[in-house]
Antibody, heavy 121, light 109 residues
Framework: QVQMQESGPGLVKPSETLSLSCSVS????????WTWIRQPPGKGLEWIGY???????NYNPSLNSRVTLSVDTSKNQFSLNLNSVTAADTAVYYC???????????????WGQGTLVTVSS | QAVVTQEPSLTVSPGGTVTLTCGSS?????????PSWFQQKPGQAPRTLIY???NKHSWTPARFSGSLLGGKAALTLSGAQPEDEAEYYC?????????FGGGTKLTVL
């Protein structure tokens, strides 16, 4: 059974960088896409981006200039950096595993439990 | 940027059938949008019910099914149970960029 666990600071100051990690257990990271999705309190889901196990990335255009994803398959973890944060980045952040169909990320299966990050001074 | 539309709310009677839909501002939803459906209950992480239009996971109850219907992606619940009351989100892929719908609040009453 694959398990995923987000970790990182729960409070980040405006203009600083939000950094989260996701630890993956119960399965290999190879040949999967690894994704971050967020949900502001009381609102819907927003895709942040995904990274393939080889390191290739795809980001939400609305966040593209501020987001960096990285993956370390040897440590079974992947990470999110979101810079220049504002209160609008306050959200529960989820890490998600995605299987592929050919070269496309299509099979969204396991989710982490999510971690709330608040942006406030 | 595309907009993905869902019904804001729907109500179904216990044992009844309901269809939730997922439309795209760019036109008809196709298999190449790889539609996915997620269920989220209050205070919980979402869980994936359907991926790639109609594929189920091992944990997906048999009463849920996915399809393309009338130019939209559709999630059909046949034989609704009280525990199906939740928020449901769809997701579409636009050449690799993902977009979620705003969610449908499903009430079983």
């Amino acid at each position: 059974q694959v398990q995923m666990q987000e970790s990182g600071p729960g409070l980040v100051k405006p203009s600083e960088t939000l950094s989260l990690s996701c630890s993956v257990s119960g399965g290999s990271m190879n040949n999967y896409f690894w994704t971050w999705i967020r949900q502001p309190p009381g609102k819907g889901l927003e895709w942040i981006g995904y990274i393939y196990s080889s390191g290739s990335t795809n980001y939400n255009p609305s966040l593209n200039s501020r987001v960096t994803l990285s993956v370390d398959t040897s440590k079974n973890q992947f990470s999110l950096n979101l810079n220049s944060v504002t209160a609008a980045d306050t959200a529960v952040y989820y890490c998600v595993r995605v299987g592929r169909k050919g070269s496309k990320p299509t099979n969204i299966d396991y989710w982490g439990q999510g971690t709330l990050v608040t942006v406030s001074s | 940027q595309a907009v993905v539309t869902q019904e804001p709310s729907l109500t179904v009677s216990p044992g009844g059938t309901v269809t939730l839909t997922c439309g795209s501002s760019t036109g008809a939803v196709a298999s190449g949008h790889y539609p996915s459906w997620f269920q989220q209950k209050p205070g919980q992480a979402p869980r994936t019910l359907i991926y790639d239009t109609s594929n189920k996971h091992s944990w997906t109850p048999a009463r849920f099914s996915g399809s393309l219907l009338g130019g939209k992606a559709a999630l059909t619940l046949s034989g609704a149970q009280p525990e199906d009351e939740a928020e449901y989100y769809c997701l579409l892929s636009y050449s690799g960029a993902w977009m979620f719908g705003g969610g449908t609040k499903l009430t079983v009453l």
